[in-house]
């Protein structure tokens, strides 16, 4: 079925009033796909070979937002409609699942920081959800990807796509698959890290990419954040440690210019004082410890999953040449590199 008659049936599901509105598809996220209707709302069809457990980001996101409600009423969690059977998402004749939300039309997301106060005001919003979400009940939320940002098994599926993976992609990326290899001490640290009990659980964002965030048409001030569906369970690193990996550098991880790489110190400290702003009260002092070493974790996560992904054959992450992921795991190398430096 084409995708504008998924669409229409879709919305006809929910009691808003769409008819008409133009579709555009819209976002740069590299697992759902995203439309804007008019300018009214979002719809997104979620990936579901990736989320396999759909349910578990409806339970969370009604968790999170009856808490935030309590807690504080002004707070914007963009959360996705309920459709007339009073359901976060909305089933298509093809087994698709949707969720609509609104469009926030004055909203601007960015691939890169330009400033550092910026980046003070993106992290601070990060920082401020979990903070918010502290005094929720944490067991009742759920995990809505098993074993996300486990380095272990991370490194488990590398290892296979080593051995399963595409004869020419691994001759391809020889060099770059040596240079991970090289940096399997860090899994060692983050392996002894979860072994001593110095980490807490809180509840995390776990994708805190700079284009998660929507600032104002000035980026001066921040609307929301946004791509709640990996909202659940986490460590405090995961969410600091992406922040430093995307607002760090002045290019994104989609760079192929990879002299262009580099790690702003002014950006990395506002990153840093941002995020503390809301979370250093609730941080304990052995998390505190660790804020320096949370981005070279989380640029080896995904760099690793960018490499596994090419050596695969891009199963996973969406591509739009080919080669693109070799690229990307390149880049969060060479990001690596300077964060290690
Ligand atoms: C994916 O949804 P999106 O494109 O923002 C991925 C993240 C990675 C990111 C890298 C569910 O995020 O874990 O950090 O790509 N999300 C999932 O750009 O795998
Ligand atoms: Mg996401």
């Known amino acids: 079925m084409e995708i504008e008659q998924l669409i229409s049936d879709v919305l006809k599901q929910y009691d808003v009033n769409a008819n008409n509105s133009t579709i555009v598809r819209i976002g740069s996220g590299h697992i759902n796909d995203t439309f804007s209707i008019g300018d009214k709302f979002v719809l997104q069809r979620l990936n579901t070979n990736i989320f396999k457990k759909p349910e578990a980001i409806s339970n969370n996101l009604s968790i999170a937002s009856l808490h935030l409600k309590k807690v504080e009423p002004d707070y914007l969690f963009l959360e996705p409609y309920r459709n007339r059977s009073g359901d976060l998402l909305t089933r298509d004749a093809s087994d698709g699942q949707w969720r609509l939300f609104d469009y926030i039309e004055q909203g601007v997301s960015v691939n890169e920081i330009s400033n550092s106060e910026q980046a003070f005001r993106a992290a601070k919003a990060f920082g401020k959800l979990t903070r918010l979400l502290e005094s929720s009940d944490i067991s009742k939320y759920q995990s809505t990807i098993e074993k996300f940002h486990d380095l272990r098994w991370r490194w488990e599926q590398f290892e296979s796509a080593l051995i399963n993976g595409e004869d020419t992609r691994k001759s391809e990326g020889e060099e770059v698959i040596e240079s991970y290899l090289g940096f399997k001490s860090l899994l060692s640290e983050y392996e002894s890290l979860i072994r001593s009990g110095m980490l807490r659980l809180h509840i995390t964002h776990n994708d805190t990419k700079i284009n998660n965030v929507l600032f104002n048409a000035e980026l001066s001030e921040v609307i929301c954040v946004i791509d709640l569906d990996t909202l659940m369970p986490g460590y405090f690193i995961y969410d600091f440690g992406d922040m430093v990996r995307t607002f760090a550098s002045p290019v994104s991880e989609e760079e192929k210019d990879y002299s262009k790489i580099q790690v702003r110190k002014d950006v990395f400290e506002s990153t840093y004082s941002g995020y503390l702003s809301e979370m250093g009260e609730i941080l304990s002092k052995d998390e505190l410890e660790l804020l320096p070493r949370a981005g070279a974790m ?23 040449y080919p080669g693109q992921n070799l690229v990307r795991a390149t880049n969060q190398l060479v990001l690596l590199q300077h964060l290690s430096d």
Do not use: Q
């Open 298 to 320: 989380m640029t080896f996560v995904i760099g690793l999953r960018f490499l596994t992904d090419y050596l695969n054959g891009d199963t996973y992450y969406k591509t739009s």
